[in-house]
């Protein structure tokens, strides 16, 4: 067993490492357990390599059926631009594309780097090869059994992460972890990832992207919509609005319910309008043939999909179609409804929905309520963000609630 650390912090994600940052600026000695060979495994990868950290639009709006109460406390003690100037002042810029904030070299690792670096500053310690196992509480000290040591701290910082890329290291204990400690986690799933369609065409339109709109339906009641790059793929849609919907189709499915998907290809644009639109494109384009109808208005492989999901034939004449025709192929171009018949796994999200009831935590220390001296931080907790750097800013903004609340200040 070690001597009591201050703070001992389980996981070196980045909201472990702002926790450790922070939990040491304020005076504490501080130590994280890392179960991987390194920390900050999962930060190289986000963004596309490029780490998009922040927005510069944030909100508790911006967070999925977040508590105000509970998420904005956090958002406010270390907001947006403070994590851009405090970025800054430690030597790292950033740059901003349609709201999205990167560091200004666009490179994942300047964030990792300079979170390393400021933990070596601070003398903070990352034990590697350190899985955690399980945590007690012994005589007002709490101990740490992880694969390669015990420790023991005054007090400790979970930090896990949740189960959405397991091979970067959040495989999920910091759930058992936190049950085992009596908390209440709500199951789980896969978030901002790609929804499967029950869509027989979908070999045929792989691989097209196009600007759209997905609305998701449950039991027939329309949850969520988003408007943007939506990706074909062989198995349905991916891309960031289909990111955007998707923890409410993954829900609902999972409750057994039924789901389905409304793509439309003319954003902002309703059947009627869709139809006043092709109409006046058909008067125009009358000779052509109807593989040829969408030329400069769709994708090739989609407006294919189209004509013949309409039951017509490419070969042939647009102008045998007539007005009714214009209305079928309107009506699919603004509103092709399927059903949602899977999504991406955990390897392939990006982040979970569900985690540690926020109910389980003071509000703005993010201590347990039930185990005073631990504090939760990041992904872990029921607190899921939209794509935009949302998720990293929780990270962020959580770890220095908790680190700064455990190190007592
Ligand atoms: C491909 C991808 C791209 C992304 N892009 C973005 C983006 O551009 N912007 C954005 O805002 N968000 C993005 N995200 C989401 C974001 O990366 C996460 O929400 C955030 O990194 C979570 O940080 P965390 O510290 O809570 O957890 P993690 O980063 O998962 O860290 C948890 C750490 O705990 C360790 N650990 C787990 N269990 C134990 C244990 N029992 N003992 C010891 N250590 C343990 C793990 O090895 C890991 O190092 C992306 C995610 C992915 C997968």
Redesign the pocket.
């Known amino acids: 067993m070690s001597h009591p650390y201050d703070v001992l912090v389980?996981?070196?994600?980045?909201?472990?490492m702002m926790a450790a940052i922070t939990a040491a600026e304020n005076g504490a000695e501080v130590v994280i357990?890392?179960?991987?060979d390194r920390?900050?495994?999962?930060?190289l990868?986000?963004?596309n390599g490029r780490?998009?950290?922040t927005n510069e639009q944030l909100g508790v709006e911006n967070y999925y059926d977040a508590d105000p109460a509970f998420v904005k406390p956090v958002l406010d003690q270390f907001s947006n631009r403070d994590l851009i100037n405090w970025l800054q002042s430690i030597g790292v810029d950033s740059k901003v594309q349609s709201g999205r904030v990167y560091p200004a070299n666009e490179q994942a690792t300047a964030i990792l780097d300079i979170l390393r670096l400021q933990m070596n500053r601070r003398f903070v310690r990352a034990e590697t090869f350190?899985?955690?196992r399980s945590i007690r509480k012994n005589d007002g000290l709490f101990e740490v059994s992880?694969v390669n040591g015990e420790f023991a701290a005054k007090k400790v910082v979970l930090?896990?992460?949740?189960k959405?890329?397991p091979h970067?290291?959040?495989?999920g204990?910091?759930y058992l972890?936190a049950e085992k400690l009596g908390m209440k986690v709500k199951k789980p799933l896969p978030a901002l990832t790609n929804l499967r369609l029950n869509a027989p065409y979908s070999q045929e339109w792989d691989g097209v992207r196009v600007d759209g709109t997905i609305t998701i339906l449950v039991d027939g009641r329309e949850v969520a919509s988003d408007t943007g790059q939506l990706q074909l793929t062989d198995y349905g849609v991916s891309g960031i609005p289909t990111f955007q919907v998707s923890r409410y189709a993954i829900r609902a499915l999972d409750e057994g319910k039924e789901v389905q998907a409304i793509l439309s290809f003319l954003p902002g644009m309703d059947e009627e309008q869709a139809f006043d639109c092709l109409m006046a494109r058909y008067e125009r384009v009358k000779e052509y043939l109807a593989r040829d109808f969408f030329i400069g208005l769709l994708p090739k492989k989609l407006a294919a999909v189209l004509i013949k999901q309409a039951g017509f034939r490419h070969s042939k004449p647009i102008r045998y179609i007539g007005e009714d025709g214009v209305r079928k192929l309107a009506k699919l171009m603004s509103g092709m409804k399927t059903d949602v018949r899977g999504h991406g796994n955990f390897k392939q999200?990006?982040?979970c929905s569900g985690g540690v009831l926020t109910s389980e935590l003071v509000p703005g220390t993010l201590e347990s309520r039930k185990n005073p001296g631990l504090y939760l931080?990041?992904?872990?907790i029921d607190v899921d963000?939209m794509c935009g750097?949302?998720?990293?800013?929780?990270?962020f903004s959580s770890?220095a609630a908790a680190g700064k609340a455990a190190a007592g200040r």
């Not at 357990?33 to 991987?36: S, V």
């Not at 920390?39 to 930060?43: A, E, L, M, Q, S």
């Not at 931080?377 to 872990?380: F, P, V």
């Open positions: 389980i996981g070196g994600g980045v909201s472990g357990l890392e179960g991987n920390v900050g495994k999962k930060i990868s986000t963004g780490c998009n950290f350190k899985k955690v992880s930090a896990c992460g949740s959405a890329a970067t290291g959040s495989d204990s910091g972890l999200a990006q982040v931080a990041g992904e872990l963000g750097g949302y998720n990293l800013q929780w990270a770890g």
